[in-house]
């Protein structure tokens, strides 16, 4: 079993509309919890980090659920620039080593 | 945008030849990280460094090496290339001191093909 799973989708989504992604992970001591946002032949860039508490930034709106192991992404009144490859990413407890899911690819349709 | 290079951006070359991939920072950040990016593997820590002449293995260590001389530079090498080992291969930097739940910045990668 993966360390970090996701559902690599494509999800194909019209703009405007609310889509969601999940990710589960496998280390129940696994402490910090993101989401990386990675655009075509680019670099993966931090998105929003995901809080015990849930937080929203904008569109955005990240949920942890540390009883099930899973962390899920929310995006509302998705744009075109929303079109990206989503990796969910999570670090050990007392290491800056991350693992990486291998990512949610999400298209927006005009 | 964090201050991270790679060069070169592209490479192609021939088994068993070496390569060296250099990854520079101007952010004095003290972690660098050597990652892969493959299709259905997500991206994979092949080594990292926390310091000046600190380094370690990461999951997909096998066949590379590094070297930190300098805290701005970190060097990837490929003894003798393998076509298993064309990739995009991404450096990132982070520095615990700005907090548990600090970011990890990503150069723009390099695409090494090996024929």
């Known amino acids: 079993r993966k360390e970090v799973e996701q559902d690599p989708g494509p999800f194909n989504v019209p703009e405007g509309a609310t889509v969601a992604f999940n990710c589960t992970y496998s280390?129940?001591?696994?402490?910090?919890f993101f989401w990386y946002r990675q655009d075509c032949r680019k670099e993966p860039k931090l998105l929003m980090s995901?809080?015990?508490s849930g937080n929203e930034d904008g569109r955005f709106t990240a949920q942890l659920n540390r009883a099930s192991q899973y962390i899920s992404l929310l995006i509302r009144d998705s744009k075109l620039s929303d079109s990206a490859t989503y990796l969910c990413v999570v670090r050990g407890f007392g290491n800056e080593k991350l693992t990486f899911g291998t990512g949610t690819r999400l298209t927006i349709i005009p | 945008d964090a201050g991270i290079t790679q060069s070169p951006r592209h490479k192609v070359t021939e088994t068993g030849t070496p390569v060296t991939l250099r990854c520079h920072q101007t952010?004095?950040?003290?972690?660098m990280y050597w990652y892969r990016q493959d299709p259905g593997h997500g991206l994979r820590l092949i080594h990292y460094?926390?310091?000046?002449?600190?380094?370690d293995k990461g999951e997909v260590s096998d066949g590379y090496s590094v070297s930190r001389s300098k805290t701005e530079d970190f060097l990837l090498t490929l003894e003798s290339a393998t076509s298993s080992q064309t990739s995009v291969y991404f450096c990132a930097i982070s520095d615990p001191a700005r907090g548990q739940l600090n970011e990890q910045f990503f150069g723009p990668g390099t695409r090494l093909t090996v024929l």
């Open positions: 280390n129940s001591a696994s402490q910090s």
């Open positions: 952010e004095n950040h003290r972690y």
């Open positions: 460094s926390y310091g000046v002449k600190d380094t």
């Open positions: 995901v809080y015990s």
